[in-house]
């Protein structure tokens, strides 16, 4: 498998993450498990002309270039299938900037229903000699047009991330609970508890040593969980599997997993 990440330039950088790329051109036909990250993607297969997941209805498709929603919970995904794709991981409220409320009503949706700009992306992507950096290009252009960033988003969500309660975080930004959960959700596609949910579930993973054996009573009230049996129990709800089953694919992308069998 191929991996490659870059560090967006300095004017992407308020709105996203990261821009990367994976490759793995022999990915056999199976189901890969993607766990919750409180992220909004774009996704732009190169292999195929559609990204498709599953649920407990069965298989879902959306265009090749998709939009991807902050989810609650994992999602199943086709690997074979999306055996090469550019991403974009979004800074919590970056999304927002350029397509407005990023809450949707499905895991992936068709790039150019909530982005008309972006609606031929995935063609100028499949004709550029480096895939990468036009994908860059295209949204260094787009910040022209992006509207304001929501200046508590950010403190917020960082906030959450590190365990603040979520009427903690209301009072440092002057706030009832009622209008946090209003304007958060708007801008980041998840309401608070939500967000704070998965971030838990992001430190607990960032804080494993892979093969080693793990201390989950310990690691409940590192990251706070009341007790072993409620992180258990917040695990499976959000995974679908539970902790001691947890084995990531690839060292460097810990929420990418083999479904339960």
Same mark, same amino acid.
């Given at each position: 498998m191929r991996l490659a990440s870059r560090t967006p330039h300095r004017a992407l950088a308020p709105y996203i993450e990261r821009i990367w790329y994976a490759c793995d051109a022999m990915a056999p036909e199976r189901r890969e498990r993607r766990l919750?990250?409180?992220?909004v993607q774009l996704l732009v297969n190169l292999a195929d002309d559609q990204l498709s997941w599953f649920d407990g209805q069965g298989r879902h498709s959306a265009a090749g270039a998709g939009f991807a929603a902050a989810l609650p919970r994992a999602m199943d995904i086709d690997v074979a299938e999306q055996r090469a %794709?550019?991403? %974009?991981s979004f800074r919590p409220g970056?999304?927002?900037a350029f397509v407005g409320d990023p809450t949707l009503d499905a895991p992936v949706v068709d790039l150019g229903a909530v982005w008309p700009r972006a609606a031929d992306l995935? *063609?100028?992507?499949?004709?550029?000699?480096?895939?990468?950096e036009t994908l860059e290009t295209f949204l260094l252009d787009a910040t022209r047009d992006a509207l304001p960033l929501q200046p508590y988003v950010g403190p917020a969500a960082r906030a959450l991330a590190s365990g603040r309660r979520v009427a903690d975080v209301a009072d440092m930004l002057g706030t009832t609970t009622g209008s946090l959960h209003r304007r958060f959700r708007g801008a980041v596609g998840l309401a608070p508890k939500q967000y704070a949910r998965v971030a838990r579930?992001?430190?607990l993973l960032g804080s494993l040593v892979h093969g080693a054996g793990h201390d989950w009573s310990g690691l409940a009230a590192t990251?706070?969980?009341? *007790?072993?049996s409620h992180l258990v129990h917040d695990f499976a709800d959000l995974t679908g599997m539970t902790p001691?089953?947890?084995?990531?694919?690839h060292s460097a992308w810990s929420n990418h997993v083999d479904p339960p069998a």
């Open positions: 919750p990250t409180g992220t %794709v550019l991403g %974009v970056g999304a927002a995935r *063609d100028r992507l499949l004709r550029a000699p480096d895939p990468l579930l992001q430190r990251h706070g969980w009341y *007790d072993q001691s089953a947890y084995r990531p694919r």
